[in-house]
């Protein structure tokens, strides 16, 4: 009898195993994982002590440039306002009539090759390639995991789109959501030098798309940049 409920209980556990593996691949929101505070990032990142950008960005267009991109322990990092991206797919949340200026495309896509889910999926944006800064020379690229800080709420995130050459500070409707930011396309965001966005260079999601991956990894990387 013992044996029997033996069996059981580990045809269980592997059945249990088998539920969260499929849920993280499908991209649905995974569990927290233990890792740095909020508090702990944004004290890491405090100081621009390497500035690796030859210029600095606007938050806005037309605004004055004043966002250096930064480098500390092999983080590169930024502190700049909030913009929302909600390109990519069509969603109830992000589409044409929620936001005017609307594109179904991403810079990068899916692992099954559609674009980016705005709405569901957490990601930064980085600013376009120019002499004054390139993410790519950075060791950075679609699915490089990112934590992003603001006030008491920290998230993990992978880079997913690519915004203008001269403005920095954006990203997607649903890391707005975790962070507390209104995340709507046309009024929300939040103005100001008050988010950090983190991004670790050779870190990367195991699919651009899983955010179990991107929230394990992030974890990790962060967990060294504030030791």
């Given at each position: 009898?013992?044996k029997?409920?033996?069996?059981?209980?580990?045809?269980?556990?592997?059945?249990?195993?088998?539920?969260?593996?499929?849920?993280?691949?499908?991209?649905?929101?995974?569990?927290?994982?233990?890792?740095?505070?909020?508090?702990?990032?944004?004290?890491?990142?405090?100081?621009?002590?390497?500035?690796?950008?030859?210029?600095?960005?606007?938050?806005?267009?037309?605004?004055?440039?004043?966002i250096?991109?930064?480098?500390?322990?092999?983080?590169?990092?930024?502190?700049?306002?909030?913009?929302?991206?909600?390109d990519?797919?069509?969603?109830?949340?992000?589409?044409?009539?929620?936001?005017?200026?609307?594109?179904?495309?991403?810079?990068?896509?899916?692992?099954?090759?559609?674009?980016?889910?705005?709405?569901?999926l957490?990601?930064?944006?980085?600013?376009?390639?120019?002499?004054?800064?390139?993410?790519?020379?950075?060791?950075?690229?679609?699915?490089?995991?990112?934590?992003?800080?603001y006030?008491?709420?920290?998230?993990?995130?992978?880079?997913?789109?690519?915004?203008?050459?001269?403005?920095?500070?954006?990203?997607?409707?649903?890391?707005?959501?975790?962070?507390?930011?209104?995340?709507?396309?046309?009024?929300?965001?939040?103005?100001?030098?008050?988010?950090?966005?983190?991004?670790?260079?050779?870190?990367?999601?195991?699919?651009?798309?899983?955010?179990?991956?991107?929230?394990?990894?992030?974890?990790?990387?962060?967990?060294?940049?504030?030791?």
């Amino acid at each position: 009898m013992n044996k029997l409920l033996t069996r059981f209980a580990v045809a269980a556990l592997a059945l249990t195993a088998a539920s969260a593996l499929t849920t993280a691949q499908a991209g649905a929101e995974p569990a927290a994982l233990a890792g740095p505070t909020a508090a702990q990032v944004k004290a890491a990142v405090a100081k621009c002590t390497t500035q690796v950008s030859s210029g600095k960005y606007a938050q806005d267009a037309g605004g004055s440039s004043t966002i250096p991109v930064c480098k500390t322990k092999g983080a590169v990092h930024w502190k700049a306002d909030f913009d929302i991206d909600c390109d990519g797919q069509v969603t109830t949340k992000c589409n044409k009539q929620t936001d005017p200026y609307f594109q179904p495309e991403t810079a990068w896509q899916q692992s099954n090759g559609k674009h980016l889910n705005s709405a569901a999926l957490p990601f930064v944006v980085v600013p376009g390639i120019s002499s004054k800064w390139s993410w790519k020379a950075a060791g950075i690229t679609g699915g490089t995991v990112a934590a992003v800080v603001y006030k008491d709420k920290l998230a993990y995130a992978v880079v997913g789109d690519i915004g203008p050459t001269a403005i920095i500070g954006e990203g997607s409707y649903r890391l707005a959501e975790l962070l507390g930011i209104n995340p709507h396309p046309s009024t929300g965001g939040v103005g100001g030098a008050v988010v950090d966005f983190v991004l670790f260079p050779g870190v990367k999601a195991s699919q651009i798309e899983n955010q179990a991956s991107a929230q394990s990894l992030g974890a990790t990387a962060a967990t060294k940049l504030v030791g």
